[in-house]
């Protein structure tokens, strides 16, 4: 039965006291690395994984706009958390959007009753650019999965994780296939090996695959390179995490600044919380996170906009996709900067009490610039001149590696 939809009042009434709750020790987890299974299974257990199934299928049904309003939130209270589960609502946006293969049904199902979905595409090898080296092969009525990758994030944490993979004498193929297998699979070895200065607790380590068995109906495959929206939707997670880290950035400053008594002598104030200055970094702290999240609930816009005009094959108008691939590439280049610079700031609202181990004021510069290193920034901003002077279009399909001559 299909009930009304969800306002922002209720989703928020519903899922601020588990953000509070994942909140509380944050700081103490990024400190003693302590990965995040308790608040992802409070999270699996409130809904929250299920937030963007159709209530048909056993989820809340919640726009694209409420989850990244809700992922900006998450953020503030620890921001490994959307990157932990940023795959997996990958997975649940490309079954009821642009993945037209085979019945969604099964798996939007999965997720309604708490299935979490890992990733692990991306390689750290040399290997060409747009090429894998996991590969699957036919085996029967099945097919074999052999490879390593990394920065496999949240596959932990999951159920089942999406590996991204090449088809053996398909060397030449211009569609990206997807092999997806149980995280406890015979042959899985999911590693925490993630080394980064940042996003400690993301599991964005190593996943290893020995000759994993991989059912004919687990393997999709969707044209690669084409125009799409999930371009957009992978790199506004990091935005809304960014998001969020400036607004954790303002509450611990203010957190700092009420109870305090010690002033310097030049102090303009009796307190800090009376000092001009003080007040006014606390003021510049407060403006980068409303830029920040302005920035993304504007892109979010733009995201269910496109999601409204998705026509029933999966596919969507390519100005509108065109329109918020841009404009994800705009809030990155104005975010990343405001962020990182509020994070440094941060410490200006005291003295060297504002260093103390104890407080781990540092996670959010850590965080932040780890986050904004995804997809590097500077290569943002060359496509928005590019496209401002010449009118180029944007790519749609973002891959790493050494480039080899055809």
Do not use: C
Not at 91 to 105: I, K, N
Not at 173 to 195: K, M, N
Not at 284 to 298: D, Y
Not at 386 to 393: C, L, V
């Amino acid at each position: 039965m299909t009930h009304a939809a969800l306002t922002d009042t209720d989703l928020h009434a519903r899922f601020q006291p588990i953000f509070d709750r994942i909140a509380e020790g944050a700081a103490q987890r990024d400190h003693d690395r302590q990965l995040a299974y308790e608040p992802v299974q409070w999270l699996r257990e409130s809904g929250f994984t299920a937030l963007r199934v159709p209530q048909a299928f056993g989820g809340l049904g919640a726009s694209i706009e409420q989850l990244f309003d809700l992922l900006i939130a998450l953020g503030e209270a620890d921001a490994n958390l959307p990157q932990i589960l940023r795959a997996h609502f990958g997975f649940v946006e490309r079954l009821s959007g642009e993945l037209r293969v085979g019945d969604p049904a099964p798996w939007l199902r999965r997720v309604a009753q708490g299935d979490i979905f890992g990733n692990a595409t991306s390689e750290a090898k040399n290997t060409q650019i747009g090429r894998f080296d996991t590969t699957v092969r036919r085996e029967g009525d099945g097919w074999r999965l052999n490879g390593e990758k990394f920065y496999s994030t949240g596959s932990l944490y999951a159920n089942w994780v999406q590996v991204a993979v090449r088809v053996e004498g398909e060397e030449k193929s211009t569609r990206q296939t997807v092999a997806i297998i149980p995280a406890d699979r015979e042959g899985v070895a999911l590693i925490d090996d993630w080394f980064g200065f940042g996003q400690r607790l993301s599991a964005s380590g190593t996943s290893r695959f020995d000759n994993v068995w991989v059912e004919d109906e687990r393997i999709f495959s969707y044209e690669r390179g084409a125009p799409t929206s999930m371009t957009t939707l992978f790199q506004l997670f990091h935005l809304a995490t960014l998001a969020g880290i400036a607004r954790a950035i303002e509450r611990d400053a203010v957190a700092f600044v009420k109870p305090r008594q010690r002033v310097y002598s030049h102090s303009a104030g009796n307190t800090p919380a009376e000092d001009p200055l003080v007040q006014q970094v606390v003021g510049k702290l407060s403006a980068a996170a409303f830029v920040a999240t302005a920035a993304v609930q504007s892109v979010a816009r733009a995201l269910g906009d496109v999601e409204r005009a998705r026509r029933p094959d999966g596919t969507a108008p390519l100005d509108l996709l065109t329109r918020v691939e841009l404009l994800t590439a705009r809030a990155q280049v104005g975010v990343v900067d405001v962020v990182i610079d509020a994070a440094s700031r941060l410490f200006d609202v005291g003295g060297a009490s504002a260093l103390l181990e104890e407080r781990r004021f540092d996670r959010h510069w850590r965080n932040a610039r780890t986050l904004a290193s995804h997809n590097p920034t500077i290569y943002k901003a060359k496509l928005l001149g590019e496209h401002a002077i010449n009118g180029t279009p944007p790519s749609f399909y973002w891959s790493v590696g050494p480039k080899v001559a055809a």
